[in-house]
T-cell receptor, first 115, second 116 residues
Framework: DTGVSQDPRHKITKRGQNVTFRCDPI?????LYWYRQTLGQGPEFLTY????????KSRLLSDRFSAERPKGSFSTLEIQRTEQGDSAMYLC?????????????FGPGTRLLVL | AQSVTQPDIHITVSEGASLELRCNYS??????LFWYVQSPGQGLQLLLK??????LVQGIKGFEAEFKRSQSSFNLRKPSVHWSDAAEYFC??????????????FGKGTKLSVKP
């Protein structure tokens, strides 16, 4: 049973560029979450999917951010026109919705640095 | 609004000493509660969780936590700390939608250092 994987693990970009991150959840987990973690803080919720449907978005998710989960399997998070304030660790988690005692399992994260 | 407070930003304990990390939450309904640990460069690993039933829950690596509804607390404990326990610890609440979970709300974390 492989865990949640994220790609890339690190990304350095220049301000104004677009970046895309990928998350592969644990197979058969129908819920997928994105969180952002800045230095010295706990993770903050961005958005989540149940299968391919995006059910909730945080106010943190500005219009420069877009997430997709086209076939209910992997997900992508795109940030357009990156800003220095976007520098953070982006975490993905998956869980088996509907299972009693469901738990979110986290990937290793993608660390983004915007110069 | 729902929130999680971890009052201690940084704690240092000697190896072999006992440990208690504090967590208080603010949430109107019955919460789902979690403790995660994050080592440098690593993702979040679940230590333990409380959903219902026995308020003292056992987790991995010898950790336990006690849910106290009257104090809105879910403190993490370990009787004897090992050097490998040095990491950052996060308490989290999952929103409860009639038994179904929503997203997690995390505290700011407590960094644990272990002295030899």
């Amino acid at each position: 049973d492989t865990g949640v994987s994220q790609d890339p693990r690190h990304k350095i970009t220049k301000r104004g560029q677009n970046v895309t991150f990928r998350c592969d959840p644990i197979s058969e987990h129908n819920r997928l979450y994105w969180y952002r973690q800045t230095l010295g803080q706990g993770p903050e919720f961005l958005t989540y999917f149940q299968n391919e449907a995006q059910l909730e978005k945080s106010r943190l998710l500005s219009d420069r951010f877009s997430a997709e989960r086209p076939k209910g399997s992997f997900s992508t998070l795109e940030i357009q026109r990156t800003e220095q304030g976007d520098s953070a660790m982006y975490l993905c988690a998956s869980s088996p919705f509907g299972v009693a005692g469901e738990t979110q399992y986290f990937g290793p994260g993608t660390r983004l640095l915007v110069l | 609004a729902q929130s999680v407070t971890q009052p201690d930003i940084h704690i240092t304990v000697s190896e072999g000493a006992s440990l208690e990390l504090r967590c208080n939450y603010s949430y109107g309904a019955t919460p789902y509660l979690f403790w995660y640990v994050q080592s440098p460069g690593q993702g979040l690993q679940l230590l333990l969780k409380y959903f219902s039933g026995d308020t003292l829950v056992q987790g991995i690596k010898g950790f336990e936590a006690e849910f106290k509804r009257s104090q809105s607390s879910f403190n993490l404990r370990k009787p004897s700390v090992h050097w490998s326990d040095a990491a950052e610890y996060f308490c989290a609440v999952a929103l409860n939608y009639g038994g179904s979970q929503g997203n997690l709300i995390f505290g700011k974390g407590t960094k644990l250092s272990v002295k030899p």
